[in-house]
C-alpha cells in the first residue's frame, strides 16, 4: 500500500457516544484532575519547603510527584476537551506531543522507581554507611538519570515515528498512541521496531535488574538482622512496593491492549484498561506515601491544621 498522503489530524476512534451523560463525566474527570493536582503540589511544596525533609529519599519522591503531575496533565487535560466535543480529532503536532509527555512518564515513572528501590537499598544495608554513599552530588547525577535518558529516549521515538509516510487517520483509542500511528504507516517500519525494541528493552531490563538486586539484597538483611531492622525495612518499602505493583499492572494493561487484538473486549472496559496506567499511579502515590511516611504525614497535619510550620 503506497498511496500516502499528509496527515493533518487523527480521529480517536475509541470514544462512545454518551450523550448528556457527558457532563457527569466532565466533572468525574475533573474532579480526579484537580485531586491530583492539589496532592501532588501539596507534598511538593511540603518536601520543597520543610528542611527535614531535604534528605535523598524525599527529593526522589518529589521528583516521582512532579513527573506523576506532568503525565496526567498532558492526559487529563486532552480527556476533558475531548469529552466534550461532538468530533474527536487532534492535530498531528499535537498528537505527537501529547505521545512524548505520556511516554516520557512512563519511562521516568519506573527509572524513578528504580532508583528509589536503590536508596532504600543503601539506607538498609549500609546504614551506618548511607550519608557517604549518597551525597549530594550524586543524588544530582540520580536525578539528572531518572528523567535525561528516558526523555531523550522518547524524542528519537517520536522523531523516527513522525517521519514514517501515513496511509490513514484512526486511532483505536482514547488518547494518541505511537503503536497505533506506526501501524498506519505505508512505508518501511523496520527502523521504528528494532528502535522501539532496543528502546523497550534498556528502559524495562535496566531499571527492574536494579529493582530485582536491592530487593533481594532488603530481603537477605531482613531475614538475617534483628525484628527492629525488619521493622524499619517493611515501614520504609511497602508504600514502594506497593507503587512498583501497581506501576507494573498498568503497563502491562497498556501493553496488552497496545499488541493484541481486544476487539471482543466490551469498549467501556477497553478505556478502563488503557486510562489505568495514566490515572491510578497519579492518584494512589501521593494519598499513599502523605499517610505512610510519619515525617511528610506529620508536617502535612501541622500546615493544614495552620500550627506554627518550622522550616
Not at 517521519?163 to 483505536?172: A, D, K, M, P, R
Request: glycine share 2%; proline share 3%; aromatic share 14%.
Amino acid at each position: 500500500m503506497n498511496n500516502s498522503t499528509h496527515i493533518s489530524c487523527f480521529t480517536l476512534n475509541a470514544y462512545i457516544e454518551i450523550g448528556i451523560l457527558k457532563y457527569l463525566y466532565f466533572m468525574i474527570t475533573l474532579s480526579l484532575y484537580m485531586f491530583i493536582v492539589c496532592c501532588s503540589l501539596l507534598l511538593i511544596v511540603v518536601i520543597c519547603m520543610n528542611r527535614s525533609l531535604h534528605a535523598p529519599m524525599y527529593i526522589f519522591l518529589c521528583s516521582l510527584f512532579l513527573n506523576e503531575l506532568f503525565g496526567s496533565t498532558a492526559l487529563f487535560m486532552f480527556l476533558l476537551i475531548q469529552i466534550l466535543s461532538d468530533i474527536h480529532t487532534i492535530s498531528a503536532p499535537f498528537c505527537f506531543l501529547q505521545i512524548f509527555c505520556m511516554y516520557s512518564y512512563g519511562s521516568v515513572e519506573f527509572t524513578n522507581l528504580a532508583i528509589m528501590s536503590y536508596d532504600r537499598y543503601l539506607a538498609i544495608c549500609y546504614p551506618l554507611q548511607y550519608n557517604t554513599h549518597m551525597t549530594s552530588t550524586k543524588v544530582t547525577l540520580l536525578i539528572a538519570v531518572i528523567w535525561l535518558p528516558p526523555v531523550f529516549g522518547v524524542f528519537v521515538t517520536i522523531c523516527l515515528t513522525a517521519s514514517l509516510q501515513l496511509c490513514g487517520n484512526i486511532i483505536n483509542q482514547v488518547y494518541c498512541d505511537n503503536y497505533s500511528i506506526i501501524k498506519l504507516a505505508c512505508s518501511d517500519t523496520s527502523v521504528n521496531n528494532i528502535y522501539e525494541l532496543i528502546a523497550a528493552f534498556l528502559t524495562m531490563c535496566a531499571p527492574l535488574s536494579v529493582i530485582l538486586y536491592t530487593y533481594m539484597r532488603i530481603l537477605q538483611v531482613c531475614f538475617s538482622g534483628s525484628k527492629q531492622r525488619r521493622q524499619k525495612a517493611v515501614s520504609t518499602c511497602t508504600p514502594h512496593l506497593t507503587s512498583l505493583l501497581n506501576f507494573s499492572f498498568g503497563a502491562f494493561f497498556v501493553i496488552l491492549q497496545s499488541r493484541f487484538d481486544i476487539t471482543n473486549v466490551p469498549n467501556m472496559l477497553q478505556i478502563f484498561l488503557s486510562l489505568y496506567f495514566f490515572t491510578c499511579q497519579p492518584l494512589l502515590n501521593p494519598v499513599m506515601y502523605g499517610l505512610k511516611m510519619s515525617k511528610i504525614r506529620a508536617v502535612c497535619k501541622t500546615l493544614l491544621l495552620g500550627s506554627n510550620w518550622k522550616c
